[in-house]
């Protein structure tokens, strides 16, 4: 037996999502990213003298929309908490925080692994501000410090431990995120830190119900570093438990060039952070009527699209799966067949040659699809004009690549370079007299019984037509003349 | 130059700067030559801000030639307690941390100050971060009494108290998060005012515990009081805990009388230990108050006893987290130490606060901590329940409650420093007040035989500042305690 | 004894505080002094009595979600004791 089988890991995720708000969560400093060092601040996300926190009503709305969408149960009162701890991207010394009573409490997500469904509890979901940036100098004696990002808001969202294996915590990461982007609370974005997960992981021999010291993991900045270093973390513990060791509880972070965890090096970890009532911010009061508005303004949640999908649009239940998991593919999906209403073919592009070109550019995380390189509209266009029998499928393929290319509109390219198909017999005539006369040995081939050929010839013709020959018609037409003579 | 020049009440020196009798830059020059011939002496100021003073003094001029004065403190000179932001002023605390650190940022109530016309003379010395009673705890040294210079003005707004007992100032803002308004003002013979918790902005106000501090004036009588308290009253938006709630006309309340006020007197207020001559003139003030048509009874706070603990576990609590910031990192001063991020805060911190300060951040610190959490600071929250239940019951029959500001007069420099623990229980009539959020207001009573100034405390429901000064005044004007001055310079008893 | 000097030397850890070990001892002592004084409120029964940390039952105090502030990096980086360009320098930080 081996250890992997002996023990069972228990994984809890705790995820911090930096909410796509305009201004920060308690100051009118902008939340945006990558502007130079400490543009974005002012006294109150600086932490100076005297200054005061103000609520931004945004992140209490986001929050809340979070938590129905998560069937969390939102709390009429719910309070803030300050955080106490010294570091220097932490203006205050304090982090303000929700601790006691959180606005959201409960809920679940349900993740698929595998194709076998799961139901994964939620502790908690709360707000919380953002600390700065410290830089640190490899070689230098200092760290620099920028505060752009203290005070953007965030979400942090507690998952139970119910995460048997590396996948389970992929998928529910995932599944977390294309939700957070359908609520369009939230980019996502975890190269860039706008989508950060910590995990608390710990082993238990199978068959014991006792959970095991746990170790927290930070540093993590890809689904596939949680996946690592989650799976590196439950095989030391059951080395270690199998030597006959004891895990210690602590911090360790990912280190993804070494493909290893270790433990963090400062004396930091000993932390009494001493949480009370923050007296700055009187008790967040949530009305019904506020729950009501954020229900009545919840964007469409991946679910009910994908009924609509199949019942309004008759997709198959593949396409609407596919199409659906991902909010920014949805929505381009949903551009392209309100410009021209062939949801089937519209589908077809979309998971073909569309998800190809996207994989080619690199633009998998691109959220707003007006970033993208083919206009919803212009495809639109572009399958109407097979739909019109302007243009051969074959055609279009290469439309599609220069308007990925180009930006340009399918009709201009087709125009500019002569694409439009040729349904004309007499252009069409003259192709085939001009091939039959150039291969008179395999006509006699033909003519022979070797039926087969018929492709050789249309192939010609198609070449000599440089493609635009309508090939039912080149078909109708060879087999006329082959026969008929 | 008369006396009637030198020391006129705000309300006089608006009348006569509108009249054109006087001129704004007068009345801000001879406010800055007593501030700088008794700066040695008293030590009212830390920053005297003479130029910004002279050139919003011709603005006023100019306004008030023009017949537009901006407000009703148009050319009056105030001054401000030093941990009040002040822009482009330099903001200490009173603390070595912020010795030289300067806000780009004014506080909101500074902004009403200049809106209303204010000449901002200087920033005034306290107890650093507002932490103390008597002012000793000042980084640049104590304010001094001018009733006799070898004893303190109280605290913590001790030299905004000087600064109006010695018509340094017309007027002077103060803050008060256990007594630290109406303890100087009781010590230094002026009326000083803490208005209800949510009622002035505390934006800009460098914080010393959060849910107690609030902001408000020093004046020579009830009439300058109400007309300073009216500028500084009234919602902000950038304070979450200020309170959406209309400002009455502060000026109007005054003229009510004592007639049927109903006066609760606390049975716990009049302990052993007291001054005699203390407790002598609060009798007879409130005799004087039932004189004039007041109903006097007798009730019971009974959770008093606890309040001074109870307020030394919130207070110090809140300021271990406020008092965090000041780390070296981004304003005030720094010591690097060995060059290890963990030496650089702990030096800075210890080279930057005073002994009371590290006194109430070990304390806060250490009530919040795991394991003590619950037996202090939760504890201390429900007993501030217990306060604030005890206040509301006696307000159910009552309209203000009637109390000695404090046990005894002025205590000599040194007298308490050795002693924290007796330092605390100066406030011990003046805390449950910060604990239950209440308005009240102390003003002059009497004279005991050393001839330091007594105060009296009156204590209104929430929100019930029109009580309180309507009963202020009408003392008042019955009496004349708030026209007897200092002695010259130079005196002492 | 309410307070012993290793937790003295805890807090001060916990608060960024360097202590002396004279004003250790002094701080032991005057904590103690007030720890004891303090034990008037453990003999009182509060198991009934909700806590008060906010004084006032207000409102919803929030702002929209706009952006207000103009950068003014240079003003407020003017009382940094350390820069960088427009970066706050502290000592080296190891994680």
Same mark, same amino acid.
């Given at each position: 037996m081996s250890a992997g089988d002996r023990f069972e890991p228990v994984i809890g995720l705790e995820v911090h999502a930096e909410l796509l708000t305009a201004s920060k969560i308690f100051c009118g400093c902008s939340a945006s990213f990558g502007a130079p060092p400490n543009q974005h601040t002012c006294p109150v996300c600086l932490g100076m003298p005297g200054v005061l926190p103000v609520l931004n009503r945004r992140v209490v709305e986001f929050a809340i929309r979070a938590g129905l969408a998560i069937r969390c149960a939102i709390a009429p009162r719910s309070r803030w908490a300050r955080k106490n701890y010294f570091y220097p991207d932490l203006a205050k010394g304090y982090q303000i925080s929700q601790y006691e009573l959180p606005i959201c409490v409960g809920g679940h997500l349900d993740i698929v692994v595998d194709g076998v469904a799961k139901r994964v509890r939620l502790t908690r979901i709360h707000m919380e501000e953002d600390t700065g940036k410290n830089i640190h100098d490899a070689h230098g004696s200092e760290s620099l410090v920028d505060f752009n990002r203290c005070g953007v808001p965030l979400l942090e969202i507690v998952s139970e431990p119910d995460l048997a294996s590396p996948a389970e915590a992929g998928a529910y990461l995932r599944t977390l995120r294309t939700l957070v982007r359908y609520l369009e609370i939230c980019d996502g974005n975890m190269e860039e830190g706008s989508f950060r997960c910590d995990a608390n992981v710990s082993v238990r021999a199978r068959g014991t119900t006792a959970l095991g010291v746990k170790v927290e993991v930070k540093n993590m900045n890809s689904f596939r570093a949680v996946e690592k270093a989650i799976a590196y973390e439950i095989a030391r513990h059951a080395r270690v438990l199998e030597e006959g060791g004891t895990i210690v509880q602590e911090t360790r972070l990912w280190d993804a060039d070494r493909e290893e965890t270790r433990p963090m090096r400062s004396k930091e970890s000993a932390h009494d952070y001493r949480y009370f009532p923050d007296p700055d911010l009187p008790p967040l009061v949530v009305s019904e009527a506020l729950v009501a508005e954020v229900r009545r303004a919840m964007p469409e949640l991946p679910d009910a699209r994908r009924t609509r999908f199949v019942a309004a649009l008759k997709l198959p239940e593949y396409d609407a799966e596919v199409l659906t998991s991902r909010r920014d593919l949805a929505d381009y999906f949903e551009a392209v067949v309100a410009a021209h209403p062939n949801a089937k073919a519209v589908s077809n592009w979309v998971m073909g040659d569309v998800l190809r070109l996207l994989k080619e550019r690199k633009l998998d995380d691109a959220l707003t699809i007006t970033d993208w390189p083919v206009a919803a509209a212009h495809l639109g266009e572009l399958i109407a004009l097979i739909d019109e029998g302007a243009i051969s499928g074959k055609i279009a393929k290469t439309v599609f690549e220069e308007m990925g290319t180009s930006g340009g509109t399918p009709r201009a390219i087709v125009a500019a370079r002569g694409l439009t198909q040729v349904s004309d017999e007499g252009p069409i005539v003259a192709a085939i007299d001009q091939v039959l006369a150039a291969h008179p040995d395999k006509v006699a081939e033909f003519r022979a019984? +070797?039926? +087969?050929l018929l492709g050789f010839f249309v192939g010609q013709v198609m070449k000599a037509t440089a493609g635009k020959a309508n090939p039912p018609l080149v078909n109708r037409l060879l087999t006329e003349k082959l026969r008929g003579e | 130059m008369t006396a009637a020049f030198d020391q006129p009440t705000i309300t006089d020196a608006a009348r006569r700067l509108r009249a054109g009798e006087l001129s704004a830059t007068e009345l801000t020059r001879a406010a800055l030559a007593r501030a700088a011939a008794r700066a040695a002496d008293l030590h009212a100021f830390i920053t005297v801000a003479e130029e910004a003073a002279l050139r919003d003094a011709a603005a006023s001029d100019a306004r008030l030639r023009a017949g537009k004065p901006a407000g009703a403190l148009e050319g009056i000179p105030i001054a401000i307690k030093d941990v009040i932001a002040t822009a482009g002023i330099r903001t200490t605390a009173g603390s070595r941390i912020l010795a030289d650190f300067v806000p780009p940022y004014d506080a909101t109530v500074t902004a009403r100050l200049r809106a209303a016309g204010a000449v901002i003379v200087g920033k005034t010395n306290c107890d650093e971060f507002a932490m103390g009673s008597s002012n000793e705890n000042s980084a640049f040294g104590p304010a001094r009494n001018p009733w006799d210079v070898t004893r303190v003005p109280g605290g913590s707004s001790g030299g905004s108290a000087v600064a109006v007992a010695a018509s340094l100032a017309l007027g002077s803002l103060g803050t008060d998060t256990g007594g630290s308004i109406r303890l100087p003002a009781s010590y230094c013979g002026v009326v000083g005012m803490k208005p209800t918790y949510g009622r002035v902005s505390r934006y800009g106000v460098i914080a010393y515990a959060s849910s107690l501090d609030q902001v408000g004036p020093f004046a020579r009588d009830v009439t300058d009081c109400a007309l300073l308290l009216g500028v500084l009253a009234g919602h902000d938006a950038r304070d979450s805990t200020s309170v959406e709630r209309a400002v009455p006309d502060y000026g109007d309340a005054l003229a009510g009388g004592a007639k049927g006020l109903r006066i609760a007197i606390p049975g716990e207020y009049f302990v052993e230990g007291m001054e005699p001559d203390v407790e002598r003139a609060v009798q007879s003030a409130v005799e004087t108050l039932g004189g004039l048509g007041a109903q006097i009874g007798s009730v019971s706070l009974p959770h008093t006893e606890y309040a001074v603990s109870a307020y030394y576990v919130v207070a110090t609590a809140e300021a271990s987290s406020n008092l965090a910031r000041y780390d070296g990192v981004r304003y005030g001063s720094r010591v690097d130490g060995d060059g290890t991020l963990l030496e650089m805060y702990r030096r800075t911190r210890a080279a930057g606060f005073g002994d009371e300060v590290k006194r109430r951040i070990m304390l806060g610190t250490y009530a919040l901590s795991a394991g003590y959490y619950d037996a202090y600071y939760l504890k201390a929250q429900r007993v501030r329940t217990l306060i604030l239940n005890d206040f509301a019951r006696v307000f159910q029959d009552a309209d203000v409650i009637v109390t000695p500001t404090a046990p005894t007069t002025a205590f000599r420099l040194g007298e308490k420093v050795a002693d924290p623990l007796q330092m605390y229980l100066s406030d011990i009539f003046t805390i449950s007040v910060n604990l239950a959020g209440l308005p009240a207001i102390s003003l002059p009573c009497g004279i005991d035989a050393a001839g330091l100034p007594i105060g009296l405390q009156i204590i209104g429901p929430p929100f019930g500042e029109e009580l309180v000064l309507r009963a202020a005044r009408a003392y008042e004007a019955a009496t004349d305690w708030h026209t007897r001055r200092p002695p010259a310079p130079g005196g002492s008893r | 004894m309410k307070i012993s000097r290793d937790e003295i030397r805890h807090v001060a850890l916990l608060a960024r505080l360097a202590l002396d070990p004279a004003e250790e001892e002094a701080m032991t002592a005057t904590l103690d002094a007030i720890l004891t004084y303090m034990e008037k409120l453990g003999a009182l029964d509060t198991s009934a009595v909700e806590p008060t940390a906010h004084m006032l039952e207000l409102p919803a105090a929030w702002r929209e979600d706009r952006v207000t502030n103009v950068s003014d990096t240079d003003a407020l980086l003017a009382n940094a004791p350390a820069r960088d360009g427009d970066f706050f320098r502290v000592p080296k930080i190891i994680e």
């Open positions: 019984g +070797k039926d +087969k | - | -």
